[in-house]
């Protein structure tokens, strides 16, 4: 377990997220599970199939984070550029990855493996690959990014293949608590109690329900008694406002 | 209407979407909505509430981009810091908008506009008032930058109450062919076809359904002849590899 704050960046890569035509599951999943095992996802973006955007947020997130993930652009048709991308920036040349070749020849009829799927071999040189148990085609590792589908069954499966490979932190814990008050009303008090705990991360996040304003208070941390402390004022502090909330321990 | 393409970026601020405990929701709305008024959403990033997160990436992202849209951190609580994050990216005080000001008072009794919810009349100085028919605080436009709500409800209410100041370029439209054909075996044939017609945009989004393989074809073009060209000719390439598809204009 490391002792300073383990960091990731995700770079989602495809038009159809970017169009709206596909409603990304992706970055939810992932910052979740990385939050369990202790890696903080500190910044997302999401760049169209195009090179130059691939290349320049790759190089800009791997130089920032402990680890970058990207999903989406892996596949056999002329939009799927990852591969050939990731290696540019890192400045090594495309290759067929002998091991990735062998994966598609068990998992496709001799005919079926066309030069097209076979594009989905090709890794940057020195790049080790990921397992895909969902549909064989591999992912890959290259230094610290992670190259992954873009459809989640597959992410998600690929992701769980290489959880080992990554040394997370201390994870945070966090309590919820939601309350049907308008946040307007809890602000000061709310900021306030951050002042006093500054190593307790506290969020404020206004929804509707029936057609009122309520909203519910996160608070996160790594140390289960200093969240224990801030949740116990808290709680005062909305039976003070004449109200009261409930806990949910999970986010 | 621009002749050139029209472009937009969008930055999500809030650690909610970062930690998985909330679904984005915007991204996908906005690129959808952009798309049909000829303006091409080209890069998101999400970061987290920390002003120099925030201050960097709208500026990266204004210098690139027509438009920029900023989602989430504009309420009365101490992690709401979009304002003043704004104000100093454009390097100019922030200050509190009488304007705005005016609508909260118009909003609330006089005993519950309290000091925090008076931070949500803090505007950059310059900076112009977005309405907010949901709930009265109001977004703001300063230079090339909307910054809106990040609560889904109030995001789309704001977006459409500025969307006649932007000026988009020539619609996109597209078309979607769905087969019952595994991406791999469409592949070469695609990658022909986006060849000859450079000026349309292909995509191929694969899925799966009732446990096969499926795959979506998305044709994009500003000119209706040509997308109906290239979509006559995919059309006889499915009937050729002895497959149909169903066609579907909408995306």
């Given at each position: 377990?490391?002792?300073?704050?383990?960091?990731?960046g995700?770079?989602?890569?495809?038009?159809?997220?970017?169009?709206?035509?596909?409603?990304d599951?992706?970055?939810?999943?992932?910052?979740?599970?990385?939050?369990?095992?202790?890696?903080?996802?500190?910044?997302?973006?999401?760049v169209?199939?195009?090179?130059?955007?691939?290349?320049d947020?790759?190089?800009?997130?791997?130089?920032?984070?402990?680890?970058?993930?990207?999903?989406?652009?892996?596949g056999?048709?002329?939009?799927?550029?990852t591969?050939?991308?990731i290696?540019?920036?890192?400045d090594v040349?495309?290759?067929?990855?002998?091991?990735?070749?062998?994966?598609?020849?068990?998992?496709?009829?001799?005919?079926d493996?066309n030069?097209?799927?076979?594009?989905?071999?090709?890794?940057?040189e020195?790049a080790s690959?990921?397992?895909?148990?969902?549909?064989?085609?591999?992912?890959?590792?290259?230094?610290?990014?992670?190259?992954?589908?873009?459809?989640?069954?597959?992410?998600?499966?690929?992701?769980?293949?290489?959880?080992?490979?990554?040394?997370?932190?201390?994870?945070?814990?966090?309590?919820?608590?939601?309350?049907?008050?308008?946040?307007?009303?809890?602000?000061?008090?709310f900021?306030?109690?951050?002042?006093?705990?500054?190593?307790?991360?506290?969020?404020?996040?206004?929804?509707?329900?029936?057609?009122?304003?309520?909203?519910?208070?996160?608070?996160?941390a790594?140390?289960?008694?200093?969240?224990?402390?801030?949740?116990?004022?808290?709680?005062?502090?909305?039976?003070?406002?004449?109200?009261?909330g409930?806990?949910?321990?999970?986010?």
């Open positions: 377990m490391a002792e300073q704050p383990v960091t990731a995700l770079l989602v890569i495809g038009n159809e997220i970017l169009s709206g035509r596909t409603q599951a992706n970055i939810a999943h992932l910052g979740h599970r990385l939050n369990e095992i202790g890696v903080r996802l500190l910044e997302v973006r999401v169209p199939d195009i090179e130059a955007e691939i290349v947020a790759v190089n800009a997130l791997r130089a920032r984070f402990d680890y970058v993930f990207t999903t989406g652009g892996i056999p048709t002329h939009d799927d550029i591969a050939a991308s290696a540019k920036a890192f040349p495309l290759i067929q990855n002998p091991e990735a070749r062998a994966r598609l020849e068990g998992n496709y009829r001799s005919g493996l030069e097209a799927r076979l594009r989905m071999a090709n890794t940057p020195g690959l990921i397992d895909n148990p969902v549909s064989a085609a591999p992912g890959f590792q290259m230094g610290n990014v992670f190259v992954m589908a873009g459809i989640p069954v597959i992410m998600q499966a690929m992701f769980e293949s290489v959880v080992h490979r990554l040394v997370g932190g201390k994870p945070l814990v966090s309590r919820t608590l939601t309350v049907s008050v308008p946040e307007g009303k809890i602000a000061a008090g900021g306030a109690l951050q002042a006093t705990y500054p190593d307790v991360e506290m969020g404020s996040y206004p929804f509707s329900r029936d057609g009122r304003f309520a909203t519910r208070l996160v608070l996160r790594s140390d289960e008694d200093r969240l224990a402390a801030a949740a116990a004022e808290l709680d005062a502090m909305i039976v003070e406002l004449g109200s009261t409930t806990w949910d321990r999970t986010e």
